[in-house]
C-alpha cells in the first residue's frame, strides 16, 4: 500500500498529477501547508496528524 | 457547440460555433482558462489549417504527453495555440522543436510547470533561422517590438496552459511567477559574439538551426561602464551572481545563464578571455562566505562545507551557460537557473 502526505495547498496538484500518472485512486494525505522552514515541534504536530490519518486508512482497508 | 461546418477530415478537435463577435469569443476563451489573460487570434478551421501547411508532420503526430495535466500534444493541438499566440505558419518547426525539447525528461517539465519557483522555460535560437524567422538577438532582445520572439514565446506559454494544464493556483503553483511567463524567446547575437555560439559549443554545426531550452529565472541586470577590460567587467558579473538566494547556489545543481551584452563580450574576448575561461573566472569569483548564508543553510544545506568556505554558484563550471545576446550598451544579465533541470539543445527540423 502507497500513502502519499502532501500540504493542503498542494493537494489539487497532486491529485492531478496522480490522475495524469495512471494513479487516479492513489491514497493520500494531506497536512495543513506549510511544512518547508518550520520548527521541528511544529513538524512533529503535523507528522502526528499525518500517523493518525495514516492509521485509519490502514484500519479501513483491513476491513 | 457542435460539429456543423466541420469540413477538415484531419482535423479532430471539437469545433465550436460563434457570431462573428471577436468580444464574444475572447470572453469564452478567458472565462474556460484556456488564454494568457490577453486576447487571441481565434483558432478557426482555415487558421489551423494555415498554420498546419507550416509543417510536414501529420496533425494527429503526438510529441507526447505534456505535464502535469498530461494534454496529448499533438502536431494539431500545438498548430491551435499557435495560431491563438498570432503566430506564422513558418515559426511551427520551431515551436515543434521546442516543445520536444521541453518533453525530454532532463529538463524536468513537470517540476517546472508546478513549482512555486519563478521559473519559465526560456527559448534560445541559434543558427540561420534567426534571420529567416527575424527573430530579435539584438537591441531590447527581451522587450517588445518582435514578432517571432513575441508570439513563438506566447505560444509556447499557451501549449504549457491549454495541453499542459499548468493553471495558475491549480497545477502551475509558482509563488510569484516571472513576465517571461508571458513569452520568454529570444536569439544569440552571433554575428556580434567574439566566441563559438552555444549551439556550436554544443556539437551542432554553425550552419544548423537549434533551439536551447533552459528553465530559468527573469533577468537581472549587470552594469558595467567603467571598467577597460576582461577581468574588471567579470569581477563585476561575480559580484552580482554571488547570491544567496538563488537555486542554484542553494541546491548546487542546474546551469545559471550569462547573457553577456556584444560590447562587454568584445572587451573581455579582447582581454584573451575564451568562453570557458569566463567560466572558469566566475567558478572560482562568483562565490558566497559560507557564515554569509542563514543559520539554518548553514546547518541544512552547507554541512559538508568548512565554516571558512566560500560556496560556489554551481559545482563544476562547465554547467555556468554562456551566450550573447542584445544591442549596444554596456550592460550583461544573470538569469539563475531553476536548479533542476538541465537545458536541452535540438536541431529545428521541418
Known sequence: MTITICTSQFLSLLQAT???????NLLIISVPHPIAGIKRGEI??????????????????GK | MGKEGCNSLRLISERIEFNDNLEEINEFFYRNGWSDGLPIIVPTEERVERMLSGTRRDPQDSLGTVPPGGGEATIEKIAINAVMAGCL???MPLIITAIEAMLDERFNLHWIQATTHPVAPLIIVNGPIRNELQINSGHNVFGQGSRANATIGRAIRLILLNIGGGVPGKLDMATHGQPGKYSFCIGENEESSPWEPLHVERG??????????????GPHN????????????????????ATQGNNNIISQRGEPLLI??????????????????????????????????SKRHQEDQF?????????????REEDIMVIVSGGSGKHSLFLPSFGLTTSVTKDIKD
Request: hydrophobic share 30%; charged share 25%.
Open chain 1, 18 to 24: 496522480a490522475g495524469s500518472k495512471g494513479y487516479p
Open chain 1, 44 to 61: 512533529e504536530i503535523k507528522a502526528d496528524i499525518a500517523f493518525g490519518e495514516i492509521l485509519k486508512i490502514i484500519e479501513f482497508q
Open chain 2, 89 to 91: 505558419p513558418e515559426y
Open chain 2, 204 to 217: 551542432f554545426s554553425k550552419s544548423s538551426s537549434t533551439i536551447t531550452v533552459c528553465g530559468v529565472e
Open chain 2, 222 to 241: 549587470m552594469n558595467d561602464h567603467c571598467s577597460d577590460d576582461g577581468e574588471g567587467i567579470l569581477t563585476t558579473f561575480a559580484g552580482t551572481m
Open chain 2, 260 to 293: 553577456i551584452g556584444p560590447e562587454h563580450a568584445g572587451i573581455i574576448s579582447k582581454s584573451g578571455f575564451s568562453k570557458s575561461d569566463v567560466k572558469h573566472f566566475l567558478h572560482a569569483k562568483a562565490r558566497v562566505q559560507k557564515r554569509q548564508f
Open chain 2, 303 to 315: 554541512s559538508q562545507y568548512s565554516d571558512d568556505s566560500s560556496i560556489p554558484l554551481t559545482p
